[in-house]
């Protein structure tokens, strides 16, 4: 009714005597995360039926959409845009692991809460996270609006609504920083931070005002056109979820508003998606689909409107990010106690050098992944020849954090883990680490290093780890053991580029191996050792538990000499181990783990803490300890061994994956015989695994063509 009053009281009223009237269109989007994809679909449309738009307002998802709009983007390049955007990133605030700090790569999967240390003790985070994803996605989106020192001066004006914290009223943007506005006004209650722009915390402005006609009103247009994205009050059987419940607290204020905000806007398009929630970007096809589908209903009216504006607004240059531009000047604007060169390091930028964009976000992702700073981003500037790049930086204001997981296996039974953390104890750019495993077979390591990058820096490390494993005889358990070790480590270090670490050092380790129960007598172990090693360590897999991409590499040489206390060392022997493994994907779906592992001992038969080792399933085990699927923990013993393995991995639904695996190997007293023997071992294995918010929850069967055993092996949580 309401578009067919428009048509037959205003159309023709242009057309009697207003024919040569510039017409007006404002055009505002709600809020809604997902659901806003549909603004896309309905976009379309209205450039599609001849509207030029004059005036764009909007909240949230909604401001981002209209922002990208106003800066020049078509609505097929925001589409283009956004669907390349990694969302389970962006609202798990997830920084590549392979742009993570060396350290941080080794240990960022193995906890599931992490609670930052202030003077005041353990805080809880004022949100989920602090959105550094969507910070930087911003800055290139906002790239070229340098320019513009109001929003009113984009190729097509433009506003944003955020909400006061603090008073709880309604900011409208018109000014400063594009980059920061949008930022605030996406800032959703409880899952990211408050944002901080002049010294007031803002939050998402769908709290007060969800869909900002009012502000449209208050400007020069005559025809309003809306996207409303709000569902309004779900009932009690849709509140089935955390985030349906957080939509629901900010929907009480705007169904209120629902009245006015359709009477104030001339043409309302209301897409409704009931599958779709904040965080349903899974949808996204869908979801846009549907707001074009909705926008057509109102085809007629569009297409009457844009032939009644006769003049239309000459868009201005397009404001849509350079992919590559020469960098004259570098300012890094924020730090406090770190240092320029730091920050540069890890930007791997200079100055005087054209400069690509999927560089410059890498190494914005370097900078967050150091874990010292809150938020990273970057805006451009004019300079004489080229542009000046600005760094702009928020150092956290604390340096130590708490950390939990949980871990069950089958190899060493449950464990609480806990961490601590402090990233600047004694020395910048140091790194202090406290691991332990509370349970019923304890274990423990701590690490102290400083990151000089290449120039090599000491490093020390206390470990101490205890276990069960059996010893076989004809493939039956004879005994069952209390391994027990306790090693103090010096090392000097050099990392490069954050994924190469080449060291070296030495180890004092005492090892006991006492009787849990036996069958057979065999003798126990109290010994101690020392060691010389060198190694080098490459990781650039891009997640720990389920890797799509990226490879690793181990190699370590080791001098093994048995002491008695420090005055007599027997005849040494050494071991050298290289490991290596690769992942390939050959779609979203199918991912392909391939790995290679070979071992030889040099000289003497070693004692049994530096033997090689095959068996079970698991991960993270000490010394030459190695899994070897089809046989039980530790259940083959050798001095030289090989072993192949292969992976498949098939995602069946996000998070829920169906495994295959096998291995082949041998294991030989002499190195010549690795690769004259026929006797092959082998090992295969089916299995599901659940990427919980814990950990992976992890269920195979396993069996040899050697033996007729099935062994079942299970493991929930994160590896240490």
């Known amino acids: 009714m309401k578009r067919f009053l428009l048509i037959v009281t205003l159309i023709p009223a242009l057309l009697a005597g207003q024919a040569k009237k510039d017409l007006k269109f404002g055009l505002v989007l709600s809020g809604g995360g997902a659901k806003c994809m549909a603004q896309i679909g309905a976009l379309k449309v209205i450039e599609e039926a001849g509207i030029k738009l004059d005036y764009i307002g909007g909240t949230s998802m909604g401001a981002i959409i209209g922002a990208m709009y106003s800066l020049g983007y078509s609505a097929n390049e925001i589409e283009g845009y956004l669907r390349q955007v990694n969302w389970d990133a962006l609202m798990a605030n997830e920084v590549p692991r392979n742009r993570l700090s060396f350290f941080d790569r080794k240990a960022d999967d193995r906890y599931f809460l992490s609670f930052p240390l202030t003077k005041n003790g353990i805080e809880v985070p004022q949100g989920i996270n602090y959105a550094q994803y969507i910070l930087k996605e911003l800055s290139s989106i906002t790239q070229q609006s340098y320019p513009y020192q109001s929003f009113k001066e984009l190729p097509i004006p433009f506003y944003c609504l955020a909400t006061n914290l603090e008073t709880g009223k309604a900011k409208v943007f018109e000014e400063g920083r594009?980059?920061?506005?949008?930022?605030?006004?996406?800032?959703?209650?409880?899952?990211?931070?408050?944002?901080?722009?002049?010294?007031?915390?803002?939050?998402?402005?769908?709290?007060?005002?969800?869909?900002?006609?009012?502000?449209?009103?208050?400007?020069?247009?005559?025809?309003?056109?809306?996207?409303?994205?709000?569902?309004?009050?779900?009932?009690?059987?849709?509140?089935?979820?955390?985030?349906?419940?957080?939509?629901?607290?900010?929907?009480?204020?705007?169904?209120?508003?629902?009245?006015?905000?359709?009477?104030?806007?001339?043409?309302?398009?209301?897409?409704?998606?009931?599958?779709?929630?904040i965080n349903s970007f899974e949808l996204f096809d869908s979801i846009v689909a549907e707001g074009e589908r909705e926008a057509r209903k109102h085809w007629d009216a569009l297409v009457e409107l844009?032939?009644?504006?006769?003049?239309?607004?000459?868009?201005?240059?397009?404001?849509?990010?350079?992919?590559?531009?020469?960098?004259?000047?570098?300012?890094?604007?924020?730090?406090?106690?770190?240092?320029?060169?730091?920050?540069?390091?890890?930007?791997?930028?200079?100055?005087?050098?054209?400069?690509?964009?999927?560089?410059?976000?890498?190494?914005?992702?370097?900078?967050?992944?150091?874990?010292?700073?809150e938020t990273v981003d970057y805006t451009i500037a004019k300079a004489d020849s080229g542009y000046t790049l600005r760094i702009n930086l928020k150092e956290q204001d604390y340096y130590q954090s708490f950390k939990l997981g949980l871990n069950y296996s089958d190899d060493f039974g449950a464990a609480l883990l806990l961490n601590y953390t402090n990233r600047k104890l004694l020395f910048k750019n140091s790194r202090l680490s406290v691991d332990l495993a509370l349970g019923e077979m304890p274990r423990g390591e701590l690490n102290y290093f400083v990151d000089r990058g290449f120039i090599p820096t000491l490093g020390i490390r206390l470990r101490s780890y205890r276990f069960r494993y059996q010893n076989f005889r004809n493939r039956f358990a004879i005994n069952e053991k209390i391994y027990q070790d306790y090693s103090l480590d010096l090392f000097l270090q050099s990392t490069i580029r954050d994924a190469y670490a080449l060291g070296g050092g030495i180890q004092i380790e005492d090892v006991d191996i006492t009787e849990d129960f036996?069958?057979?007598?065999?003798?126990?172990?109290?010994?101690?050792?020392?060691?010389?090693?060198?190694?080098?360590?490459?990781?650039?897999?891009?997640?720990?538990?389920f890797p799509k991409h990226g490879f690793q590499l181990n190699a370590q040489y080791r001098i093994i000499a048995e002491r008695q206390g420090f005055e007599t060392f027997l005849e040494p022997s050494s071991v050298f181990d290289l490991s290596y493994r690769q992942a390939i994907s050959f779609n979203s779906r199918w991912t392909l783990i391939s790995r290679f592992y070979g071992a030889t001992t040099i000289g003497p038969n070693l004692a049994r803490p530096y033997q090689i080792h095959f068996g079970s399933m698991g991960q993270a085990y000490i010394n030459y300890i190695q899994p070897f699927i089809g046989y039980r923990f530790m259940e083959l013993i050798g001095r030289n061994a090989l072993m192949l393995r292969a992976d498949l991995n098939y995602e069946v639904y996000k998070n829920h994956y169906l495994q295959l695996k096998a291995n082949f190997g041998k294991m030989e007293p002499t190195l010549n015989a690795l690769f004259i023997s026929d006797i092959l071992l082998d090992g295969y294995s089916l299995g599901y695994t659940y990427n919980s918010i814990l950990g992976p929850l992890e269920f195979n069967l396993a069996g040899s063509t050697n033996h007729r055993d099935i062994y079942a092996y299970i493991r929930l949580g994160f590896w240490f």
């Open 306 to 373: 844009a032939a009644a504006d006769p003049i239309k607004a000459e868009l201005k240059d397009k404001a849509t990010p350079k992919r590559e531009f020469y960098v004259q000047k570098i300012e890094v604007n924020g730090l406090k106690s770190l240092t320029r060169n730091y920050v540069l390091g890890k930007l791997r930028l200079k100055e005087g050098r054209p400069c690509k964009l999927e560089k410059l976000e890498a190494g914005l992702d370097q900078l967050y992944g150091s874990r010292y700073f």
């Open 178 to 277: 594009l980059i920061d506005a949008l930022r605030a006004s996406s800032a959703f209650p409880s899952l990211f931070t408050p944002y901080e722009i002049d010294d007031s915390l803002y939050i998402d402005g769908g709290v007060v005002l969800n869909y900002p006609v009012k502000i449209m009103r208050e400007k020069d247009v005559d025809v309003v056109i809306g996207v409303d994205m709000q569902d309004y009050l779900n009932e009690r059987e849709e509140l089935n979820s955390v985030i349906r419940v957080l939509e629901q607290t900010t929907a009480f204020l705007n169904s209120r508003n629902k009245g006015d905000s359709e009477a104030l806007t001339d043409i309302w398009i209301t897409p409704k998606i009931p599958a779709a929630g």
């Open 518 to 545: 036996e069958t057979s007598q065999t003798e126990e172990l109290h010994q101690g050792f020392i060691n010389y090693y060198a190694y080098l360590d490459f990781d650039s897999f891009d997640d720990a538990n």
